[in-house]
């Protein structure tokens, strides 16, 4: 299936949504640069990972990457790729954007959303739910798709769109992705940019409007969650 389409996309049925997402899942069976990557910042953070949540899990790949003695939790839209001895008590399938909470009532010391974000309908509710899952001190490893990098100008430019069922339904830009953040109690401790050809780079906030709104594809984010009040 082709990531962009000229016309808009035509629904299909929930079977062959739900075989995309499973195909999807799969593919992230091997580590890309991004999930090693955010592998070693988990392993960096003082204290250790501790329990870990991983949202958007597909085949628990980050799971086997972590240091030992990590209580690795795995969440997913679709269950057919999890590991074949997952324990309800640590796997579970949720769609977040009907508002399935995942592991009600408990909380992690770190939680990781990598590649999913951008798939959020309602990101204000969904940073409300992650500073819910995380316990107060415990941190937020985020990856955000830059929607004004210049390749996705150029696609959207050319009238481009991307084709059903995989839509980046979050469109916000950056900065505003950072104040709602800020506004759940996140502190930002780390920013990094990916690159078109996936190579990690230092990024600071006072260069997020130019130039790497244009050369970024992704920023990654390493938040820490202060107490309430």
């Known amino acids: 299936m082709q990531r962009y389409t000229q016309a808009s996309a035509t629904p299909l049925t929930a079977e062959a949504i739900q075989e995309h997402w499973n195909d999807r899942a799969r593919a992230f069976g091997n580590p890309h640069p991004r999930l090693r990557a955010i592998a070693n910042l988990v392993a960096s953070l003082p204290g250790g990972p501790g329990t870990l949540l991983d949202l958007g899990c597909g085949p628990a790949t980050l799971g086997t990457m972590l240091p030992s003695g990590t209580d690795y939790f795995g969440v997913d839209i679709v269950g057919d790729v999890m590991p074949v001895d997952t324990s309800p008590d640590h796997f579970a399938v949720a769609d977040l954007n009907r508002g399935e909470e995942p592991f009600p009532g408990r909380r992690f010391d770190v939680v990781v959303v990598s590649g999913m974000f951008e798939y959020i309908r309602d990101p204000s509710a969904f940073i409300g739910l992650l ?78 409007h130019f130039p ?18």
Not at 165 to 178: E, G, T, Y
């Open 212 to 229: 790497l709104n244009i050369v970024a594809r992704q920023f990654l984010f390493v938040c820490r969650l202060e107490p309430g009040s």
């Open 131 to 208: 500073a819910r899952k995380v316990r107060p001190g415990g941190h937020l490893i985020l990856t955000y798709m830059n929607r004004r990098n210049y390749r996705e100008l150029r696609e959207r430019m050319l009238g481009r769109v991307y084709s059903y069922p995989d839509p980046h339904l979050n469109f916000i830009p950056v900065m505003q992705a950072v104040a709602l953040l800020r506004a759940h109690r996140f502190v930002i401790m780390r920013t990094s940019m990916i690159t078109s050809d996936y190579r990690l780079l230092p990024a600071k906030p006072i260069l997020w």
